[in-house]
């Protein structure tokens, strides 16, 4: 079965962390006593922020700016557009496109297109996370119809089944648009396995063309891309329900309110309530909990717990859950089709070709956050491609958003088990990207809220998850963080973080990330300065990219008061160069 496959987790015996020889350590010593200080970064330097840029750039970053200010044009941009393509005619639009809003956010239309931007970037220390923009222009009531299609299980929709999955990770026709409420990521809705075949290639071709652009690069994927949603939903409600059984037993045993990390239980008791539950007989429970699988403590943490359930029972066979109120096992659905199950092997298949892809180009795969309803199953997905393919160095990176209450014990779960099982811990930290929806979700089917009550909460949040990574950095050389974030504060706090842990730029343990046509006052100084940063770059044909791009300019919209401030050192260096009659600036 393909689940089977995915719970699977521990078919092979952990790696151990490598030791360094003698010789090794003497040599790390030696270069730290004379490695340099972090260097120090001013934000506010327009003539080294804006080195890489032409003043006619930055009168049209000032331009879309400005327009992305203006609220009358935003709610009719669409009409807009349409009025501007039927007057122009195509080949004129996209060429006004080009010079305003495309062209500062999308990086070109094709591979070959893109490659003078992503190595001007580089010369100037700027990497590349290279994201195929492509998303379908659905009406709202077809993108409705398709979710509510493909979320959905044949026997659910019949008779002969019933939708047992909790409230959370059932699909609802008001969010059938997973576009509402989103303003900056990509949307996929599923079609057929034909689509998920195109979108894969097009991510194959990303792959190449980021590799051969330059080195050290990323691409950015997305899994709802890459099959029937049905399933993420399916498997995200069954990890979800272990793992709150797995504290409602340490409730029991008087641990409640323990980070997940922290938390361990008695092996003694846990026996008992798995026997309770008729997982397995007394006799086999006992032969589980043993000094080769848990060690000696006599106690069993949350890692612990996942293995002994993905490895011992075999719940995949019908995606058995355990009832919190009966304490029975009960299966989430009646039953799978065979198309079904293969929907499920190919997602498998096309990740696994991808991660292959990128391994061989030397380029690391992102895969982005989606929905809380969906996340779950992608983190676990993106585990399990980081202990295959991360053994040398982080090839897959997964993202943690950190508007969500529980990202602080998912982020140190996932490093603490790389560190037992001798994996390359690599993440990218967000805020996140669909807080309004998710909040508005919660309100409208009836499920706690998952996401932090205010932005206050949120940034404490990351700063929380961004401290404990960068101090595990310093422990273990080979994970690695990308910090993408728009907010000065962060990037110095980052910083102050690294110079205070001794985390050198050179050590490439952590790097930075921002998007494509925003904050290059942040990017290019940490670039020129040494440390490692990326933008996050769009490409694609016009018409296929629009639907973002009109997004985008919502995004810029709702952050005009952080944006005041890149507005007013863009005209600070063009008034710079106009006083210095360096107007004319070409960027060598």
Same mark, same amino acid.
């Given at each position: 079965?393909?689940?089977?496959?995915?719970?699977?987790? !521990?078919?092979a015996?952990?790696r151990?962390?490598?030791a360094?020889?003698?010789?090794?350590?003497?040599?790390?010593?030696?270069?730290?006593?004379?490695? !340099?200080?972090?260097?120090?970064?001013?934000?506010?330097n327009?003539?080294?922020?804006?080195?890489?840029?032409?003043?006619?750039e930055?009168?049209?970053?000032?331009?879309?700016?400005r327009?992305?200010?203006?609220?009358v044009l935003?709610?009719?941009?669409?009409?807009?557009?349409?009025v501007? !393509?039927?007057?122009?005619?195509?080949?004129?639009?996209?060429?006004?496109?080009?010079?305003?809003v495309?062209?500062?956010?999308?990086a070109?239309?094709?591979?070959?297109? =893109?490659?003078?931007?992503?190595?001007?970037?580089?010369?100037f220390?700027?990497?590349?996370?290279l994201?195929?923009?492509?998303?379908?222009?659905?009406? #709202?009531?077809?993108?409705?119809?398709?979710?509510?299609?493909s979320? &959905?299980?044949?026997?659910?929709?019949?008779s002969?089944?019933t939708?047992?999955?909790?409230?959370?990770?059932?699909v609802?026709?008001?969010?059938?648009?997973?576009?509402?409420?989103?303003?900056?990521?990509?949307?996929?809705?599923?079609?057929?396995?034909a689509?998920?075949?195109?979108?894969?290639?097009?991510?194959?071709? &990303? =792959?190449?063309?980021?590799?051969?652009?330059?080195?050290?690069?990323?691409?950015? =994927?997305?899994?709802?891309?890459?099959?029937?949603?049905?399933?993420?939903l399916?498997f995200?409600?069954?990890?979800?329900r272990?793992r !709150?059984?797995? #504290?409602?037993m340490?409730?029991e045993?008087?641990?409640?309110?323990?980070?997940?990390?922290?938390?361990?239980?008695?092996?003694?008791?846990?026996?008992?309530?798995?026997?309770?539950?008729?997982i397995?007989?007394?006799?086999?429970?006992?032969?589980?909990?043993?000094?080769?699988?848990?060690?000696?403590?006599?106690?069993?943490?949350?890692l612990?717990?996942?293995?002994?359930?993905?490895?011992?029972?075999?719940?995949?066979?019908?995606?058995?859950?355990?009832?919190?109120? &009966?304490g029975?096992?009960?299966?989430?659905?009646?039953?799978?089709?065979?198309?079904?199950?293969q929907?499920?092997?190919?997602?498998?298949?096309?990740?696994?070709?991808?991660a292959?892809?990128?391994?061989?180009?030397?380029?690391?795969l992102?895969?982005?956050?989606?929905?809380?309803?969906?996340?779950?199953? =992608?983190?676990?997905?993106?585990?399990?491609?980081q202990?295959?393919?991360?053994?040398?160095?982080p090839?897959i990176?997964?993202?943690?958003?950190?508007?969500?209450?529980?990202?602080?014990?998912?982020?140190?779960?996932?490093?603490?088990?790389?560190?037992?099982?001798?994996w390359?811990?690599?993440?990218?930290?967000?805020?996140?990207?669909?807080?309004?929806?998710?909040?508005?979700?919660?309100?409208?089917?009836?499920?706690?809220?998952?996401?932090?009550?205010?932005?206050?909460?949120?940034?404490?949040?990351?700063?929380?998850?961004?401290n404990?990574?960068?101090?595990?950095?310093?422990?273990?050389?080979?994970a690695?963080?990308?910090?993408?974030?728009?907010?000065?504060?962060?990037?110095s706090?980052?910083?102050?973080?690294?110079?205070?842990l001794?985390? #050198?730029?050179?050590?490439?343990?952590?790097?930075?990330?921002?998007?494509?046509?925003?904050?290059?006052?942040?990017?290019?100084?940490?670039?020129?300065?040494?440390?490692?940063?990326?933008?996050y770059?769009p490409?694609?044909?016009?018409?296929?990219?629009?639907?973002?791009?009109?997004?985008?300019?919502?995004?810029?919209?709702?952050?005009?008061?952080?944006?005041?401030?890149?507005?007013?050192?863009l005209?600070?260096?063009?008034?710079?160069?106009l006083?210095t009659?360096?107007?004319?600036?070409?960027?060598?």
């Amino acid at each position: 079965m393909a689940l089977r496959r995915v719970f699977l987790l !521990r078919s092979a015996a952990p790696r151990a962390q490598p030791a360094a020889s003698p010789g090794a350590v003497r040599a790390w010593g030696a270069a730290e006593a004379v490695r !340099r200080p972090v260097p120090v970064v001013d934000f506010s330097n327009t003539q080294e922020a804006y080195r890489s840029r032409r003043s006619w750039e930055l009168v049209r970053n000032l331009l879309v700016l400005r327009l992305c200010a203006s609220r009358v044009l935003l709610v009719h941009h669409e009409q807009l557009f349409h009025v501007t !393509r039927k007057l122009l005619g195509q080949r004129m639009f996209d060429r006004l496109m080009k010079m305003t809003v495309y062209g500062q956010f999308v990086a070109g239309e094709d591979q070959e297109s =893109i490659r003078p931007l992503i190595q001007h970037n580089k010369a100037f220390g700027v990497g590349s996370i290279l994201d195929y923009g492509l998303e379908e222009d659905l009406s #709202h009531e077809e993108a409705e119809r398709k979710e509510m299609e493909s979320c &959905t299980s044949e026997a659910e929709r019949d008779s002969s089944g019933t939708n047992k999955r909790e409230k959370q990770y059932q699909v609802h026709p008001a969010f059938g648009d997973r576009r509402d409420g989103v303003i900056c990521a990509r949307t996929y809705f599923y079609a057929n396995e034909a689509k998920c075949d195109n979108y894969m290639e097009n991510l194959l071709q &990303t =792959i190449e063309a980021s590799g051969g652009a330059s080195d050290g690069g990323f691409a950015a =994927i997305k899994l709802t891309a890459l099959g029937r949603p049905q399933f993420l939903l399916q498997f995200s409600d069954v990890l979800t329900r272990w793992r !709150r059984f797995f #504290h409602q037993m340490a409730a029991e045993q008087g641990q409640s309110g323990r980070a997940a990390v922290d938390t361990k239980l008695e092996v003694t008791v846990l026996q008992e309530s798995i026997a309770k539950m008729g997982i397995a007989s007394r006799a086999e429970i006992k032969g589980w909990f043993t000094p080769e699988t848990l060690g000696v403590s006599g106690t069993v943490d949350l890692l612990d717990w996942n293995s002994l359930i993905d490895s011992r029972t075999q719940l995949s066979r019908h995606l058995v859950v355990p009832n919190v109120q &009966t304490g029975q096992l009960e299966p989430l659905l009646s039953r799978f089709t065979e198309e079904e199950e293969q929907q499920m092997k190919r997602m498998l298949q096309r990740m696994d070709v991808l991660a292959k892809k990128a391994r061989d180009a030397g380029v690391r795969l992102m895969i982005d956050a989606e929905q809380s309803y969906f996340q779950p199953a =992608i983190s676990r997905l993106a585990l399990e491609m980081q202990r295959r393919f991360n053994v040398d160095k982080p090839l897959i990176f997964n993202t943690f958003q950190c508007y969500l209450k529980d990202a602080y014990d998912n982020v140190t779960m996932d490093m603490e088990l790389a560190r037992r099982e001798g994996w390359c811990f690599g993440a990218k930290l967000v805020r996140g990207a669909y807080m309004a929806q998710e909040r508005a979700r919660a309100v409208e089917i009836g499920y706690e809220d998952p996401v932090n009550p205010t932005y206050e909460a949120t940034n404490a949040m990351y700063h929380r998850c961004l401290n404990y990574v960068l101090e595990e950095l310093k422990r273990n050389p080979r994970a690695e963080v990308m910090v993408a974030s728009h907010n000065e504060d962060t990037v110095s706090f980052t910083l102050r973080r690294m110079e205070e842990l001794g985390l #050198h730029p050179d050590d490439g343990q952590v790097s930075f990330g921002q998007l494509l046509g925003m904050c290059d006052q942040i990017s290019f100084p940490l670039g020129q300065a040494g440390f490692p940063v990326y933008k996050y770059v769009p490409y694609g044909p016009v018409m296929e990219v629009l639907p973002y791009l009109s997004r985008r300019a919502l995004e810029n919209s709702s952050i005009m008061t952080r944006a005041q401030r890149e507005r007013q050192l863009l005209w600070q260096e063009l008034r710079r160069r106009l006083r210095t009659g360096n107007l004319f600036h070409h960027p060598a």
